[in-house]
């Protein structure tokens, strides 16, 4: 087992147990303090900007005026002549058969970019396909630019891959500590999805990751701890606002002590108001206080804020009575995505958008059958569930933020701005920088590390082959030997998967005869997890051990035997080979933990606190 983190250097992390059992008094404090005006609402619109957007709101017709809370996918890499199979794709699922058709249709004020829809195979084809939808959509009765938005978190949650720059992810941006570091990658960014015509990011996610066994956040959170979080997502939001694009704070309330994926199920959190407050609240609040230009829904319960145990997403008491009143935001609410089965596990797909809507939402993110969803808020104005002036309220806030990002003045993109901005020179170099600061060393036993290729020459990398987050990059065990072949070693890479059967065991102990040292590449480790039987078997051949975490830095508390192991956060080329320099001595180990890591035993126990990180 590790040793235990030395006390001298960092004050031990309170353990999830102490975070949640802040004290009453402070918390109730934080809880009802009242948000300064200055703090408390995105950047006004100058009265001549806002007489001009309301003028827009009532040229609408109620159609139009449905479209715009719309945010929907659409499949293909053009606007106007997908390939034949993507609009097949959206005749079947949203019964037409482009993007040009969508707008036309459904008057949508936004549309989501995803891989899987094929709207990203390079800069130059997603700027094309921005532009086209832009020019749609403003030639309809009433033009309004789209939002055209998308999840480019980094790390392990990336949309637009290769070539443009790929960056460290949240976790790592929060074992660097810099908020100029996270500031400038955000920035990095921003420009770029700024010139492939993306104008709003679903970033940075301001969950505080206070449960190592959540299933859907993890690395893609800043940190376990409040303070530190928030000083991130700031710096993030003035990264990505500073370059044009909107920022997204999510996922309201806190997704962060989930053990369930909203994705798949509906979490229930059960903290108290006053816990909520002392944890989950403080990113929020700061992002409020940044100018956030929008805050994300998460489709999860929380009790202690809503009795009724709707979905925060359709919570009137959660997003009007806490994010609306109580923290003073008066910004884009955008829904986390319709189509997840934690917001569908109550009411019907009919009814979701319509509550949301009442709830106090201004965007409702891709729903699975927009028609469907669609006529349901149309009805609803019709009938007068909804009223038009609530509709409008969302609207205006809708168009505000575009104005906030240009696009009514300058909604194209070009190939020029393309060509000088994505994936340059300079960005790429910025973000191997960033990424060396972020690789975090939790093992070193009697100074192992840095390997020498005069001493330490042949290496077999084994490992996780999980697949590339954006589709570009990897895999991780190819990736690892190329940068050790780069840096003079003879680097030698094996697959043995997130699952190594025991005939793939047997393979890598016999590749680890004659050779100098091992360096397998963990991935989420589990109780029963067969990678740990490969690390132990390699441990057993007496070849020194390295094991590098390429995704949560937890695997460190379920193996043994090992001289040393850094936490390198996320799989993606940047942080791999950022991860290989500290190995090699090429840089130095600076990254400290943003989370504790606890014994899989005794989880009370804590073996690497917040602030843990060894170096040379």
């Known amino acids: ?37 200055a703090a ?7 009265a001549r900007t806002e007489r001009r957007l309301r003028r827009i709101v009532d040229r609408m017709s109620l159609e ?87 999840d480019q978190e980094h790390g392990i949650v990336c949309r637009v891959g290769e070539p443009a720059t790929l960056l460290p992810g949240a976790m790592a941006l929060g074992a660097g500590g810099s908020p100029a570091d996270t500031r400038e990658a955000a920035r990095i960014a921003g420009a770029e999805l700024a010139a492939l015509g993306i104008r709003q990011n679903y970033a940075p996610v301001a969950d505080v990751n206070v449960n190592p066994a959540n299933p859907v956040i993890g690395v893609r959170s800043l940190g376990s701890e409040p303070r530190a ?15 044009g694009v909107a920022a997204t704070a999510k996922h309201f309330p806190g997704h962060g002590d989930t053990a369930v994926d909203s994705h798949y199920g509906l979490p229930v959190i059960t903290h108290t108001r006053e816990q909520w407050a002392e944890l989950d609240a403080p990113p929020f609040r700061a992002a409020i206080a940044a100018g956030i230009d929008a805050i994300m829904t998460a489709h999860l319960v929380v009790p202690a804020l809503d009795p009724s145990e709707d979905p925060a997403t359709l919570s009137y008491p959660i997003l009007t009575g806490v994010l609306r009143e109580q923290l003073g935001y008066d910004g884009v609410v955008v829904t986390d995505a319709l189509d997840m089965q934690g917001v569908r596990t109550k009411y019907g797909d009919d009814r979701v958008p319509v509550l949301a809507l009442k709830a106090g939402v201004d965007q409702l993110l891709n729903p699975p059958k927009l028609d469907v969803a669609w006529n349901a808020v149309l009805g609803a104005v019709r009938s007068g569930e909804l009223t038009e002036e609530r509709l409008d309220e969302s609207i205006l806030r809708i168009l505000r933020l575009k104005a906030r990002r240009g696009l009514f003045t300058d909604p194209y993109t070009s190939r020029a701005e393309v060509d000088a901005t994505v994936g340059t020179a300079r960005h790429l170099a910025a973000a191997d920088r960033i990424a060396e600061r972020t690789t975090t060393l939790l ?128 799989w993606t080329d940047v942080e791999l080979r950022a991860a290989v320099r500290v190995l090699a001595g090429r840089a130095k180990p600076r990254g400290r933990l943003p989370v504790p890591v606890r014994s899989a035993g005794d989880p009370a126990e804590t073996l690497f606190p917040v602030g843990y990180g060894l170096s040379y």
């Open 1 to 37: 087992m590790p040793h235990p983190a030395p006390a001298r250097r960092t004050p031990l992390a309170p353990t999830r147990r102490t975070l949640l059992a802040v004290t009453a008094a402070a918390a109730a404090t934080a809880a009802t303090g009242a948000v300064t005006p």
């Open 64 to 150: 139009e005026k449905v479209g715009q809370v719309f945010v929907s996918r659409v499949y293909g890499h053009s606007a106007t002549a997908p390939d034949p199979a993507d609009a097949d794709a959206n005749l079947r699922e949203l019964g037409v058969r482009t993007a040009a058709e969508l707008i036309e249709r459904y008057h949508v004020g936004g549309v989501i970019y995803f891989a899987w829809a094929h709207n990203t195979r390079d800069p130059r084809q997603i700027a094309a396909l921005s532009n086209g939808i832009q020019a749609a959509a403003l030639a309809g009765p009433t033009p309004v630019p789209v939002l055209i938005s998308t």
């Open 40 to 46: 408390a609402r995105t950047p006004a619109t100058d």
């Open 443 to 570: 093992v070193n036993e009697d100074g192992f590390l840095p390997l020498r290729p005069a001493s330490h020459g042949k290496v077999l990398v084994v490992g996780a082959d999980p697949a590339s987050p954006s589709g570009t990059t990897g895999p991780p065990t190819t990736t690892l030997a190329g940068a050790l072949r780069e840096l003079g070693f003879t680097a030698t890479a094996l697959s043995t998967g997130i699952t190594p059967t025991e005939a793939r065991i047997e393979e890598a102990v016999a590749a680890a005869a004659g050779q100098d040292v091992v360096v397998v590449g963990t991935y989420n480790l589990t109780a029963t997890s067969p990678q740990r039987t490969l690390v132990a078997r390699l441990v057993a051949t007496g070849v020194p051990v390295v094991t590098i975490a390429i995704r949560n830095p937890y695997d460190v508390a379920r193996i043994s035997g090992q001289r040393a192991t850094l936490a390198a956060y996320a």
């Open 229 to 243: 979080v928030s000083a991130l997502v700031t710096a993030q939001i003035r990264g990505y606002q500073g370059s």
